[in-house]
């Protein structure tokens, strides 16, 4: 009877394990297949990788990995930037992405800002494009403290300005605590009480910035 348990139990787990190999084989194949149309695209486009010295196949696998384990919780922005100093491109792609975010950010309180605030505030259009511009100001600076490039590259336009592309992942739990800090720091410059019970919907809102 404990032979023929064993043997059960050892054909169950290759009942478990086939559908998952399966799996990880189709998986292993689109991922492949998406590394060849990024390495295509990047050479059609006459790009190089910048900043680092790793290959661009460790490069693009590293990112797709962190997409891949970041879930839900992740989403990739890309910020650009054009210049004559490869030395200032950097800075210039993430103040891009960050800017972005932030009007994005900024853009999505506006509605429940308002529903807020009827009632409680004499110019309520006013009160909230203040808050909002405060907002967005602070916004811009907290994320920046929470994001990096995870690889960027660089090609010359026919007009011999460098232009970057940075490929960012940004955290959505460390965006949001980002979110919190402007928040915070905005009703405090502008004196509006908010619930906190609403500012945390409001804050917990995700903020998915468009592709451009």
Not at 17 to 40: D, G, I, S, T, V
Request: charged share 25%.
């Amino acid at each position: 009877m404990k032979k023929y348990f064993v043997i059960m139990l050892a054909a169950l787990g290759l009942i478990i394990a086939a559908p998952a190999a399966a799996q990880n084989k189709q998986m292993a194949k689109a991922l492949k297949k998406e590394l060849a149309q990024r390495k295509k695209a990047i050479k059609n486009n006459k790009q190089e990788l910048f900043g680092t010295s790793r290959s661009i196949d460790v490069a693009l696998l590293s990112h797709f990995e962190a997409l891949d384990n970041g879930g839900d919780d992740v989403q990739e922005i890309v910020g650009y930037a054009r210049g004559k100093s490869k030395n200032l491109l950097a800075a210039a792609a993430q103040n891009s992405v960050a800017s972005r975010y932030a009007a994005q950010a900024s853009a999505q309180i506006k509605g429940q800002l308002k529903q807020t605030l009827e009632g409680n505030a004499e110019n309520v259009d006013e009160e909230v494009d203040k808050f909002s511009a405060i907002y967005l100001t602070k916004v811009e600076s907290e994320i920046k403290g929470q994001i990096k490039p995870s690889y960027s590259l660089i090609s010359t336009g026919a007009d011999g300005v460098y232009e970057l592309e940075s490929y960012y992942i940004v955290n959505q739990t460390k965006a949001t605590n980002a979110r919190k800090a402007a928040f915070d720091a905005a009703r405090k410059e502008t004196g509006i009480t908010i619930p906190d019970e609403k500012a945390q919907v409001i804050i917990n809102q995700t903020v998915v910035v468009e592709q451009q």
